[in-house]
């Protein structure tokens, strides 16, 4: 049995009464709404007289309220390959924590290198303008 798809995309705002009415006929209340009615010379007559307010296509079965969102819902660009409980037990390891510490380590040293350049360059300076003895 085939049946009509009718999604509301235009709102009957403004419309006279009998158009909201065989809106309202059809079950559409809301922009974006979709229903399922199965094909009939009376729904096809209702269909025409809101025609520039809705899309309609003709399927094979109802779909559930689920099925039509999903079908709307995007796909979200990625996929998930390993949960994230994996993951942090795998990263979380003594030695990826003893690594962590190196690399921190060699960060301080460098820190330190540069900020004891930098003051002698100011005492040097200081010292070549006689402020310091």
Request: hydrophobic content about 45%; proline content about 4%; charged content about 25%.
């Amino acid at each position: 049995m085939s049946y009509f798809r009718v999604t509301l995309l235009r709102s009957a705002i403004g419309l006279p009464r009998r158009t909201t009415d065989v809106l309202k006929a059809l079950g559409l209340k809301k922009r974006m709404a979709t229903v399922f009615h199965p094909v009939s010379p009376s729904v096809a007559g209702q269909i025409m007289k809101v025609k520039e307010l809705v899309e309609v296509q003709e399927v094979d079965r109802r779909l559930t309220k689920e099925e039509v969102r999903a079908e709307r819902r995007p796909d979200p660009g990625y996929y998930i390959e390993k949960a994230s409980i994996e993951e942090f037990s795998e990263n979380r390891s003594f030695s990826f924590f003893c690594a962590r510490i190196l690399v921190f380590q060699a960060h301080v040293d460098a820190f330190e290198t540069v900020v004891f350049n930098v003051f002698d360059a100011i005492i040097l300076a200081w010292k070549f303008q006689g402020l310091v003895y």
